[in-house]
């Protein structure tokens, strides 16, 4: 789905997964990333707290 049509949690726990990967691959993820990554400036605002706290949440739960 594009990421612009994502709302809501639908929107937070698709983000906190592209936080997960593009950490992966590259060691850290900035604003230009996520927009890279299909995100407008908007939803970035508006859900990156929340993605990061869940992207966190999963990561020390796989360990």
């Known amino acids: 789905m594009p990421r612009p049509a994502l709302k809501g949690t639908a929107a937070v726990e698709q983000m ?17 990333d996520l927009t890279l990554a299909g995100w407008t400036r908007e939803q970035i605002e508006r859900h990156v707290a929340d993605a990061r706290e869940t992207a966190t949440r999963l990561s020390t739960v796989a360990a």
């Open 16 to 32: 906190a997964d592209d936080l997960r990967v593009i950490n992966t691959r590259t060691g850290g993820v900035t604003a230009d």
